[in-house]
């Protein structure tokens, strides 16, 4: 098992460029989320997905749009990028099940630098 | 606003010694976990521990969690220069799974 994949691993935009963040996890769990974590901080929930054809926003959505194309895939989508959004992003996913919530496993990251 | 705070910010300490690092958090929990980061890397998950327990162990871990003072502590004992590393308490106090982190502690191991 791969576990929790995601693409690319580094980007660097020009502010106003658009780009999409992969992710895909091989562990058939029924959530999904995408974090940033920026220097010296832990993560902010940026969405989440708590099941296929479900997407919610979390502590720091402005600027982000998500798609949970499968229960496979989750993606996140800058349409306009900004210097703001310069940090480390990171996919995860879990299996949530009647309110009990089970480990969350993360994907190695990808660095993004806006110009 | 985070959820969850460690202290401390920063632990310096030898190989062979024991590692105590707290996270306080502000709100009723479903659960907490304790994730570890190497530095430039993705997230490890050490322990997930429960609203309803008090103690968990794995390894040479040992979390703890008192909901009365909404505290949580993990110890790693004899520590070794692989334990270095950035440790984070996450707090989940929902149904869809979604997880509040602290900013983490720094631990550095020396030989």
């Known amino acids: 098992n791969a576990g929790v994949t995601q693409t690319p691993k580094f980007q660097v935009l020009k502010t106003g460029q658009s780009m999409t963040l992969q992710c895909a996890q091989d562990?058939?769990?029924?959530?999904m989320y995408w974090y940033r974590q920026d220097p010296g901080m832990g993560l902010r929930l940026i969405y989440y997905?708590?099941?296929?054809?479900?997407?919610d926003k979390g502590e720091v959505p402005n600027g982000y749009n998500v798609s949970r194309l499968n229960k496979r895939e989750f993606s996140l989508r800058l349409e306009s990028a900004a210097p703001s959004q310069t940090s480390v992003y990171f996919c995860?996913?879990?299996?949530?099940?009647?309110?009990?919530?089970?480990?969350?496993?993360f994907g190695p990251g990808t660095r993004l630098l806006v110009l | 606003s985070q959820q969850g705070e460690e202290d401390p910010q920063a632990l310096s300490i030898q190989e062979g010694e024991n590692a105590t690092m707290n996270c306080s958090y502000k709100?009723?929990?479903?659960?907490l976990q304790w994730y570890r980061q190497n530095s430039g890397r993705g997230l490890v998950h050490l322990i997930l521990?429960?609203?309803?327990?008090r103690e968990k162990h794995s390894g040479r871990l040992r979390v703890t969690l008192d909901t009365s003072k909404k505290s949580s502590s993990l110890l790693i004992t004899a520590s070794r220069a692989a334990d270095t590393a950035s440790y984070f308490c996450?707090?989940?106090?929902?149904?869809?799974?979604?997880?509040?982190f602290g900013a983490g502690t720094q631990v550095v191991v020396t030989p």
């Open positions: 997905s708590a099941s296929e054809g479900t997407t």
């Open positions: 709100t009723s929990i479903n659960n």
């Open positions: 521990i429960r609203s309803n327990e």
């Open positions: 996450a707090t989940g106090t929902d149904s869809w799974g979604k997880l509040q």
């Open positions: 562990m058939n769990h029924n959530s």
């Open positions: 995860a996913s879990s299996w949530t099940s009647g309110g009990l919530q089970e480990t969350q496993y």
